[in-house]
Nanobody, 123 residues
Framework: QVQLVESGGGLVQAGGSLRLSCAAS????????MAWFRQAPGKEREFVAA????????YYADSVKGRFTISRDNAQNTVALQMNSLKAEDTAVYYC????????????????WGQGTQVTVSS
């Protein structure tokens, strides 16, 4: 089992940057695909980005491609989301998630979730 705790959210102006971090418990962190999702008020939760267990492959939603970068450090049991050129529409609660399926990068079906961290982008 994996427990996930996000941090790094906050209020930022449009065009600014934020870096989210997710700390995972457990000795098997490197066996999971990791991802970030987000949920804006009144909307369903949506996939943002995923990184393979090795860190060698990543996948992004079209809405964040070129602006966000996902990375992981298996030695530190952390996964990060660097968010640049933020827009008002990026405002949401951001969730870290872990997927025991490691043969590909999925946009749904994740097994473990954090509690979320709020990101607010003012225009």
């Amino acid at each position: 089992q994996v427990q996930l705790v996000e941090s790094g959210g906050g209020l930022v102006q449009a065009g600014g940057s934020l870096r989210l971090s997710c700390a995972a418990s457990g000795r098997t962190f490197s066996r999971y695909t990791m991802a970030w999702f987000r949920q804006a008020p009144g909307k369903e939760r949506e996939f943002v980005a995923a990184v393979a267990w090795s860190g060698g492959r990543t996948y992004y939603a079209d809405s964040v491609k070129g602006r966000f970068t996902i990375s992981r450090d298996n030695a530190q049991n952390t996964v990060a989301l660097q968010m640049n050129s933020l827009k008002a529409e990026d405002t949401a609660v951001y969730y870290c998630a872990a997927d025991a399926y490691i043969l590909g990068l999925r946009t749904s079906g994740y097994d473990y979730w954090g509690q979320g961290t709020q990101v607010t982008v003012s225009s």
